[in-house]
């Protein structure tokens, strides 16, 4: 498909730069906005127990005074964590003297976390450009998922966006090695899925499709058994550079390879906290899911646009899957569709089958949002095709208005995320209905007590403050950002002993019954944070 559009006629390539320096710009400004999420200290202890062990190997003489209070390497419960994101921003964090000055180390995170997703961003467009041969559609493509709001806030903070962001950027080498089978393109795909299982380990259904790739591309061939390794020695390059960076980037590997990988698998299946979850309405154990937990999560926390597209664009290319038998495809652009149809079907039917355990929505599988939005431009490519048809026929009249309602979607959603900020994560959109607070987790991060702390000092003088929270961590977490003046006036009390109750709504949908209630924030019309001062 070649649409065009009037913008890009002018100079493509330029608007295409101004587009992508226009989301830099605007990541750049406001990274510093959002609050600390639940687990990010966590992550940042799991990169310093690394750093202590690593530093007790290679560098002996290096004892920081903060490793002193560190737990050691052999009794950590969490040294199973990948640290290919961690480990690198503790450092830089050391590096730039950041020590024990906290503002300034999650600051580095976001937006080192943004600059990353952005570069995902620009994979993105390759991958949608390429397929489709128009860079049109692959600037929608890069709308699509920025403008998708969710996913705009989780950015900057989100761990789960970090380990997409990786995926969108294997995705882009997998396709790469497909088409050249190149030693160079085997190397580059091996090294960005060693990047995505060291980051989680969930990844390593991408080198297991690779290997079933391989087997279907050498069956397709008219003597598949003759030469065989010269056919199948691409994919050795690429699994022995996926083995080798894996082991490398993953120093809980180093002892026992095999032995850590598959305890690492197993624990992260099926994770050893059972959460309570609230689900249409009921709490449940994020450890009994229902089936249908991740799909509707989808459906109500993606723009309705993008829903549409997507269920076209999946019925079109099941439609070529079935069209083509026992082939499967017909030629490489059929091949990218069913490589996008796998990873979007493959991880999704795992967690269901293998009943893994969920909880804050459908986070832990949002890569799976890359392949959604990348079959969903193939049903939007298909309706703006009927452009290309006589001036005066209905499929192009359809096809213009279709135009006319993706950039009215766009500039909608575009506005939510704009009068949302910072809160973009709490998004629901018309299928989740008026109560959506009352059946659905709100801010589970906890990234709004920054606003109801700053809320406090600003309005209360007195030397000592005495806070409580429906949950403490992200209270604490969020108190970092607090000037140094101010931190040291308040303090954690019992409800009995407190000036002040704040509270996320996290496992207590129902309205409290605190008379005096003095800040709150509300996204479209739900409410996700109250302070309520008690005396």
């Known amino acids: 498909m070649k649409a065009k559009f009037a913008m890009f006629l002018v100079n493509p390539r330029l608007f295409v730069s101004a587009f992508f320096l226009c989301y830099l710009a605007i990541g750049l400004s406001v990274y510093k906005d959002y609050g600390i999420s639940w687990d990010e200290p966590t992550h940042r202890q799991i990169a310093m127990v690394n750093a202590k062990h ?53 600051y580095l995170r976001h937006l080192c976390a943004f600059l990353l997703f952005y570069v995902a961003v620009f994979f993105f467009y390759l991958i949608v450009r390429n397929r489709f041969d128009s860079r049109p559609l692959g600037i929608t493509g890069c709308l699509f998922l920025i403008l998708t709001p969710r996913f705009f806030a989780e950015s900057f903070y989100s761990k789960d966006l970090i380990f997409m962001s990786l995926f969108v950027i294997s995705i882009y080498f997998f396709l790469r ?33 690779a290997a079933g790739m391989a087997g279907i591309e050498t ?71 229902p089936w249908h937990y991740v799909p509707l999560w989808i459906m109500i926390t993606t723009p309705l646009l993008y829903i549409f597209f997507f269920l076209l664009g999946f019925f079109l290319v099941i439609r070529g899957v079935i069209g083509s038998g026992l082939k499967l495809y017909s030629n490489d652009k059929e091949r990218e569709d069913f490589l996008f149809l796998l990873n979007f079907l493959i991880p999704l039917v795992a967690v269901i089958f293998l009943n893994s355990a969920l909880y ?47 950039v009215l979607s766009i500039t909608m959603t575009a506005y939510q995320i704009i009068r949302a900020h910072p809160f973009q994560n709490v998004y629901f959109n018309l299928l989740a209905g008026n109560n959506a607070g009352e059946n659905f987790e709100l801010d589970y991060w906890g990234l709004s007590f920054r606003r109801g702390l700053e809320y406090v000092v600003r309005n209360d003088g007195r030397p000592v403050i005495k806070l409580a929270a429906n949950t403490i961590a992200p209270l604490i977490n969020n108190a970092v950002f607090l000037e140094k003046k101010d931190a040291g006036r308040v303090y954690l009390a019992d409800l009995k002993q407190a000036d002040y109750f704040l509270t996320n709504y996290r496992w207590h949908p129902q309205p409290y019954a605190y008379a005096h209630e003095v800040y709150s924030v509300t996204v479209d019309n739900i409410k996700i944070l109250s302070v309520f001062k008690l005396r």
Request: with cysteine; glycine share 6%.
């Open 54 to 106: 690593l530093a007790a190997i290679f560098l002996p003489g290096f004892h920081p005074p903060e490793f002193a209070a560190l737990p050691s390497w052999t009794d950590y419960s969490a040294k199973q964590y990948g640290i290919v994101f961690d480990l690198p921003m503790y450092i830089a964090e050391r590096l730039l003297g950041y020590n024990g000055h906290m503002p300034e180390a999650y």
């Open 177 to 209: 090695y497909l088409n050249r089978k190149t030693l160079g393109s085997a190397f580059l795909f091996g090294l960005a899925s060693a990047l995505l299982v060291d980051q989680r380990i969930t990844g390593v259904f991408v080198p297991c499709l």
């Open 360 to 406: 804050d929505g459908w986070r832990h599988v949002y890569f799976i949002y890359a392949p959604f939005l990348l079959i969903a431009m193939t049903g939007l490519a298909k309706v703006l095709g009927g452009m290309e048809k006589g001036k005066a026929s209905r499929p192009r009249r359809a096809a213009i208005g279709a135009l006319a309602v993706v």
């Open 219 to 289: 069956f397709k061939t008219e003597h598949p058994f003759q030469k065989l390794l010269n056919k199948l020695f691409p994919l050795l390059v690429y699994l022995l550079s996926f083995l080798s960076f894996t082991i490398l980037f993953w120093p809980y590997l180093w002892d026992s390879p095999v032995q850590n990988f598959v305890s690492a698998f197993i624990k992260m299946n099926r994770f050893p906290i059972s959460y309570d979850v609230l689900y249409l309405g009921k709490f449940i154990k994020s450890t009994a899911v």
